[in-house]
């Protein structure tokens, strides 16, 4: 069996997935176009998918091969390698970089959500701080990465795993 280096991987493929990401935060921000959003779930999905591919070439093995599971576990290990970095960059956009356009756009949710009248103006005060902490924000960033991560790797696992093949070596003579 070869050595493997697991977070090693997961997180440098992780770093590529959260700089896709970010760019298209950024240009999200100045640019409102649904074909945006369908480039962004295209690249996204294509390069998990070359990122679990490429992992499952290098280290399956005829005997033990690179099943379902490995193949899920690793793409959810890189989305939370990516939702970290993303979530660190949205923590420092929200705060200082985009606050005004950041702001902009929470205070339209803030706003849809005082018109239910479900919360009170102290419950709506505290999400607002809440969409402001880093710690929530890489944290809400994580979850929501791997949430993806796990949705998609459904699909992209079944496609990129490679089973085992105990019958491979054998020569009959």
Known sequence: MKQTNFWNDAAWYGVYMALL????????????HALLSLLSLLLFVGLLTWFTKCRVARYATDEEGYGYGRCLGFIVAVMLCAGFIEGAFVSVAANWLFAAKY????AQSIALLEETGFYTADMLEQMTRWL????WLILGTMFGSAVKGAFFGLFIAAFARREARPFANNNPE
């Open 103 to 106: 702001d902009a756009s929470i």
């Open 21 to 32: 990401a970010i760019v298209f935060d950024i240009t999200g921000f100045y640019v409102q």
């Open 132 to 135: 402001h902490s880093p710690l």
